[in-house]
């Protein structure tokens, strides 16, 4: 049964195209040849992440479950936000200083992911250890792409507009902003369709940035 509420219909429909849209972007790069395969392996990662965390949310907001199914949903979306936030640092990392950088910082960036899970379920899944730990590694995934952006980096300036997307996204989220265009979409439904525009402009930085 889907849920009565309005704005988790909204909310939920916004999640499964941003979910379906990374996916299709994440094939589009994983098709792509590219002289460096590895880096592009872990922005593939990224984007599998991601949809895998739009889905679930989809189905958190579009149906009506019960209070401990929903409870269950969340736990393994968590994780996945949580594995693409420091995955997104992991990529900064081999952009910026190379790819063994990057392979030593992946299994730290990975138990990173792991502890910020862990916290959040101690804490009963506080929403707001994800947007710290979210703002603080695209902060800094921020400040080294626009370094390489002003060096010149093929791809840098989008990646960069991409993230900085990303914290608006977040600061919309976090915000009461509701709107209604046929429709009523609350603060996660605007969340969810600035962080669409993220994505794709995310990608097209990526996709440029690889054929460099």
């Known amino acids: 049964m889907w849920n009565p509420v309005e704005t988790e219909l909204t909310t939920a429909a916004t999640d499964a195209l941003l979910g379906l849209?990374?996916?299709?972007?994440?094939?589009?790069?994983?098709?792509?040849?590219?002289?460096?395969?590895?880096?592009?392996?872990?922005?593939?990662a990224v984007l599998a992440c991601m949809a895998a965390a739009s889905m679930l949310g989809a189905i958190a907001h579009g149906l009506a479950l019960s209070d401990a199914t929903r409870a269950m949903v969340w736990k393994p979306l968590y994780l996945s936000l949580g594995l693409a936030v420091a995955l997104v640092v992991v990529g900064a990392a081999g952009d910026c200083w190379g790819e063994p950088t990057a392979r030593w910082l992946?299994?730290?960036?990975?138990?990173?992911?792991?502890?910020?899970?862990?916290?959040?379920q101690l804490l009963g899944g506080a929403f707001v250890i994800f947007?710290?730990?979210?703002?603080?590694?695209?902060?800094?995934?921020?400040?080294i792409y626009g370094t390489l952006a002003a060096k010149g980096m093929p791809g840098a300036p989008a990646v960069t507009a991409g993230l900085a997307l990303?914290?608006?996204?977040?600061v919309v989220q976090m915000s009461g902003l509701s709107l209604r265009v046929g429709v009523r979409f609350d603060h996660n439904g605007l969340f969810h369709l600035v962080q669409i525009v993220a994505v794709i402009t995310l990608a097209i930085g990526l996709r440029r940035g690889m054929e460099g």
């Open 106 to 120: 992946l299994p730290w960036a990975v138990a990173a992911a792991v502890a910020f899970f862990a916290a959040s």
């Open 21 to 44: 849209l990374c996916v299709g972007l994440a094939v589009w790069l994983a098709l792509s040849p590219v002289p460096a395969p590895w880096r592009r392996t872990v922005w593939v």
């Open 166 to 170: 990303s914290l608006v996204a977040a």
């Open 131 to 143: 947007l710290a730990y979210e703002g603080a590694a695209t902060l800094a995934a921020l400040a």
